[in-house]
């Protein structure tokens, strides 16, 4: 199935293994390498003049594609298999014929492309259809990502603590999420004048376009091929409002004022008040919502054609879609906290409270309730004012919406920027009387979308009840360790540590899949780091061969990290293989064929059954994460933190081949025996 093998790009690690710096200097953003205080560039300064993503040689991608197969093929063999010499011959022969024959015109199909593509040859016409919009799955999991905020620690500590009766909604819950929407509309309002700096590397600026592709827009089903939104005309009251969930009622709530300035936190919070006294208001009275927005977890052809009858059921519904889709984020109010999730795991390996704010942000806790998961950013906040993130991933990666959210939550609330101490507000205010700025999105519905209400919710209570998500904090040491008593990428380092992980896990290698980020070129998204290399083979078997001298070990794990750092680099500086043969793949027309896509060994080497990526240092987040690809591998999304390596994992509940839980405690052995490889006085240093 093509969208198992490109589907799953979810986070984007920079060129370098570098930790993503951030700083601000007074009304200036930050950026991953911050300019001197004199040199702030407009946002989007770097645009026209980026690189186009260039188009590989031929040869160089196979070659590349090639050398990839080799632990693969070694492996077969080692397992009674094929030879691999004779293999590698026969995939050799495979790929001389493609590039002497219909590979040879695909290829000049490809530049011809490329000369009409205004930005990029792959995002332009093919990545985000092939990757996201084609894939059938549910959003939830399979393709949404899911980021834990850091406690605000304004908020009392008893409050943070405590679970609060569930339907009830608390006033520092509510405090919390006017503060959020202020930080986020903040951070908007500096992109749209441009005082974002551009983000760079130490390689050249990087492409700020993704930045554009989070506000105010929204994915679209449609059968066989989703769309996403453009942002509405800045005029729209839903260019200017967020969208409310509460209890699976919708409202729009209007934060700007028609000339465009922010309402401010103070009058946020009044109307989330008001909002939420409407709720209680309709509850008393023994209204019931009806859960469309459950529909948005369904399989998105069911979705799409559900989505269809509902607009055609009246003109009402359509204007509340628009508004829904316009709108700049959702903000999601949830009436319960999470308990944490029982577990007989050992304390090092689980954090009950972190788990059970992953389920919530994930998926909306067990039932996928109170969600539109279509919307590129929604906010949610628990009663007791704990905060997390999750999005549609098709319109960016991971990695820029972890960056807004680093802004959002790098200040606490201040009370200063409050009238009062937090609570229910009277609504009798001048300001709320002649100032509502908020509406009900109510629907106009059948019984025929009731029903398909509630079977949806079944499908996605099951598919929620099926995943099983954790994160793992391994503090022993961290990246400030790794790079100077290891002297080692820490990005390369926690890869091998997955790789070893996986081998003791499932006893066998396995293709691996983590991201490179393509920034560098105009519109540029993601190539393919494929982990598992001779390298990572040979250092991982020698981790397992009880004769194996530590000085063996060490020396075959930095040759592993160095051929991982030269993929890295190559990857991100358009020299990857994975979407130049893609693309030439989707180039075939009608009728032609190539034995060398049609070689099972070509999907089999890109079966990721071990998806991983890092993000940034996190050091305010609890974690983050996303699901596995296929049924039998785990997702991995990891945050190297200076002290503290975060790791979100995530398996299928149904799969007797895998264990979230058996895998945290391969990954702890794995660094555990790695950091054993080096001097005892720095291995004593970082644990102190």
């Not at 990857?571 to 070689?599: I, Q, V």
Request: proline share 6%; with cysteine; aromatic share 10%.
């Amino acid at each position: 199935m093509l969208s198992r093998t490109v589907v799953r790009t979810k986070t984007s690690s920079t060129v370098s293994p570098n930790i993503i710096k951030k700083t601000t200097f007074g009304s200036r953003m930050f950026a991953i390498h911050p300019p001197p205080q004199n040199q702030q560039l407009p946002t989007f300064a770097h645009q026209r003049s980026l690189p186009k993503l260039p188009v590989p040689p031929l040869r160089v991608s196979l070659d590349r594609y090639l050398t990839s197969l080799e632990p693969i093929l070694a492996q077969n063999e080692e397992q009674g298999g094929e030879k691999a010499d004779v293999a590698m011959a026969k995939r050799k022969e495979l790929a001389a014929e493609f590039e002497k024959g219909i590979g040879k015109i695909v290829q000049e199909r490809l530049i011809d492309l490329d000369s009409c593509s205004p930005n990029n040859w792959l995002n332009d016409n093919f990545w985000i259809k092939k990757a996201y919009h084609e894939w059938r799955a549910p959003l939830p999991i399979n393709s949404n990502w899911w980021l834990l905020f850091h406690d605000d620690t304004t908020i009392p500590q008893e409050i943070r603590d405590s679970i609060p009766q569930e339907g009830s909604f608390s006033d520092w819950q509510i405090r919390r999420a006017a503060w959020l929407v202020g930080r986020f509309t903040d951070f908007k309002d500096k992109l749209d004048r441009q005082e974002i700096h551009p983000d760079s590397s130490r390689t050249g600026p990087f492409c700020m376009h993704q930045y554009t592709r989070l506000f105010n827009i929204c994915r679209v089903p449609i059968v066989g091929c989703d769309r996403v939104t453009e942002p509405v005309s800045p005029k729209s009251p839903a260019a200017r409002s967020v969208l409310i969930i509460i209890k699976d009622w919708l409202y729009s709530l209007e934060v700007y004022e028609a000339n465009g300035s922010f309402i401010g936190v103070k009058e946020v919070e009044h109307k989330l008040w008001d909002i939420v006294r409407d709720v209680e208001s309709r509850e008393q009275k023994g209204e019931t919502p009806v859960p469309v927005n459950i529909l948005t977890a369904d399989e998105r052809d069911t979705w799409a054609r559900n989505r269809e009858y509902l607009m055609a059921l009246s003109p009402e519904n359509r204007s509340v879609m628009k508004m829904i889709e316009g709108s700049l984020f959702a903000l999601c109010l949830d009436a319960h906290t999470l308990a944490p999730r029982p577990s007989s795991q050992s304390p090092h390996l689980t954090k009950p409270n972190i788990d059970a704010q992953v389920l919530n942000c994930a998926a909306g806790g067990p039932t996928g309730a109170n969600r539109w998961f279509d919307k590129a950013l929604t906010v949610c906040v628990e009663n007791n004012g704990r905060a997390g993130m999750m999005g549609e991933h098709s319109p960016c990666d991971a990695l820029i919406p972890s960056i807004i959210v680093d802004y959002a939550i790098a200040e606490h609330i201040k009370p200063e920027a409050f009238d009062s101490a937090a609570g229910k507000w009277s609504l009798d205010t001048e300001d709320s009387v002649n100032k509502k700025q908020w509406q009900r999105l109510d629907w106009v519905l059948d019984d025929t979308v009731r029903k398909e209400c509630e079977s949806a919710s079944q499908r996605a209570k099951a598919l929620i009840a099926d995943s099983d998500p954790s994160q793992l904090w391994f503090a022993e040491y961290g990246a400030d360790w790794i790079k100077t008593y290891a002297k080692l990428s820490p990005d390369a380092y926690i890869q091998m540590a997955l790789q070893l992980a996986w081998y003791k896990d499932q006893g066998s290698m396995t293709a691996t899949y983590e991201t490179a980020s393509t920034r560098l070129f105009a519109h540029g998204r993601t190539d393919v780091i494929r982990t598992l290399s001779t390298d990572s083979r040979s250092f991982v078997k020698s981790m397992a061969d009880p004769s194996s001298s530590r000085s063996v070990r060490l020396g075959l794990l930095q040759k592993a990290v160095a051929s991982h750092n030269l993929y890295t680099r190559d990857a991100s500086t358009g020299k990857g293989a994975d979407r130049h043969l893609m693309g030439l793949k989707w180039l075939l027309r009608d009728g032609e064929t190539s034995p060398f896509f049609e070689d099972p060994l070509y999907s089999k080497s890109a079966e990721w059954k071990l998806s991983t990526s890092g993000l940034s240092a996190g050091t305010r987040f609890f974690g983050t994460g996303f699901g596995t690809v296929w049924p039998d591998g785990y997702g991995i999304n990891y945050l190297a933190g200076p002290k503290l390596i975060k790791f979100g994992i995530e398996s299928k509940g149904s799969c007797e081949k895998t264990s979230t839980h058996a895998f945290k405690t391969r990954v702890v052995e794995s660094l555990q025996e790695m950091g054993a490889l080096f001097d005892a006085e720095g291995a004593t240093k970082a644990k102190l």
